[in-house]
Structure formats: C-alpha cells, structure tokens
T-cell receptor
Framework: RKEVEQDPGPFNVPEGATVAFNCTYS??????FFWYRQDCRKEPKLLMS???SGNEDGRFTAQLNRASQYISLLIRDSKLSDSATYLC?????????????FGKGTSLLVTP | DAGVTQSPTHLIKTRGQQVTLRCSPK?????VSWYQQALGQGPQFIFQ???????QRGNFPDRFSGHQFPNYSSELNVNALLLGDSALYLC?????????????FGSGTQLSVL
C-alpha cells in the first residue's frame, strides 16, 4: 500500500465551482501535513500546511483527521489559474532528519 | 536573494552512462534533499544531506549517490543509468535536517535516458 494515496483525477470544473480533494496516509506516526501545488513541468510549491484544527487561506481550506488518517483540500470559487496538480504531502520526522512523502497528485482543470 | 538553483536544466544520456546533477541551496539554508519525479508520479525522496553527510535515504539503489560540499551545495550522481531513471530530479533546501519549516524546491533537472 502506498504511504500517501490520492485520486489522480483529472477534475474538470467550471470557473466559480467548489472542488474538494482527498488524501489518505498509511503511517499513523506521521507528524506534519501539507498541500503543494505543481504546475506543468515546474517545481512543487507549498500551498498550505494542514492542521488538526483545520485552516483556511483565502479560497482554500485544509482539514486533517488524524483518527481516519485523512486530509482534504477545498477550493472555493475556482479560478482558471487554479489549474494545476495538487500534491498531498506527509512527513515523518526522526532524530536524523525528515523526508516528505508525496502522493501522486490530483490534476485540476478549471474551464471558462 | 537567490533561490534553489539546479544545473543542468536538461540532460540526455544513454543506458550505462553516469550522470552528475548539481544543486545550490537557497541562501541561508544548510540542508539539501533530492527527489526523483517520474512522469505522472509524485516526487520520491532519494536522500538528504546535512553537514556534508547523508542523513536519511529513501528506497533507491546504491547506484544513486551524493555529496555535499562545505558551501552546502550538493551533487547527485547516478551510475549505470537505466531507462527507468528518466525523470525530473528535484533538489530542495531547508534550514536544518529536522526543520519543519518551508521546503524550497529548485526547478529541477530533466534527465532523459535513451
């Protein structure tokens, strides 16, 4: 079983729509959670961290459910510029360091 | 303030050859991690360097090796290249190996093995 699993999509939504992505992780000891955005042929960029209490950044809302080992990202009022791949990321930190475990990514296409 | 820089941007090699990729971390960062991203996949962790030592390693064979220099820059070496090594190789930098601060990625090196 993959450590981080996401629905690859693609999700095709019209401008202004609300879209939600889900992600599950297998290691219950995972400590930190993030959503990254990756545009075609570019490097991943941090979109937002995910906290147990849930957090919001403008049109973006992230939620974490540790009991179910489940992370979500909600995008409201979608813009054309939101078209990208959204990567769910989970980290496990040890004394020697940490590594990011990426999901395969969920592809989003926002259409006019 | 320069971000993470990687070179070269693109590279074409043939099976069996060896390749070296380079990375300069963001100014002020001392830790470098390398990731491999195959087409249609998420980035996979290769290894992390801090204080010129390999601190953590992902599930990659010994053909993948690295080095970190005193100025914190890093190299990724891949020997005996296979077709399956074709991927985007991403370097990321941070301050400290166990920092949970934002990780900065370079724009990557696209390696094609023919």
């Amino acid at each position: 079983r993959k450590e981080v699993e996401q629905d690859p999509g693609p999700f095709n939504v019209p401008e202004g729509a609300t879209v939600a992505f889900n992600c599950t992780y297998s290691n219950s000891a995972s400590q930190s959670f993030f959503w990254y955005r990756q545009d075609c042929r570019k490097e991943p960029k941090l979109l937002m961290s995910v906290y147990s209490s849930g957090n919001e950044d403008g049109r973006f809302t992230a939620q974490l459910n540790r009991a179910s080992q489940y992370i979500s990202l909600l995008i409201r009022d979608s813009k054309l510029s939101d078209s990208a791949t959204y990567l769910c990321v989970v980290t496990l930190i040890s004394n020697s360091g940490y590594a990011l475990n990426f999901g395969k990514g969920t592809s989003l296409l926002v259409t006019p | 303030d320069a971000g993470v820089t990687q070179s070269p941007t693109h590279l074409i090699k043939t099976r069996g050859q060896q390749v070296t990729l380079r990375c300069s971390p963001k100014s002020g960062h001392d830790t470098v991690s390398w990731y491999q991203q195959a087409l249609g996949q998420g980035p996979q962790f290769i290894f992390q360097y801090y204080e010129e030592e390999e601190r953590q390693r992902g599930n990659f064979p010994d053909r993948f090796s690295g080095h970190q220099f005193p100025n914190y820059s890093s190299e990724l070496n891949v020997n005996a290249l296979l077709l399956g090594d074709s991927a985007l190789y991403l370097c990321a930098s941070s301050l400290g190996p166990a920092s949970n601060e934002k990780l900065f990625f370079g724009s990557g090196t696209q390696l094609s093995v023919l």
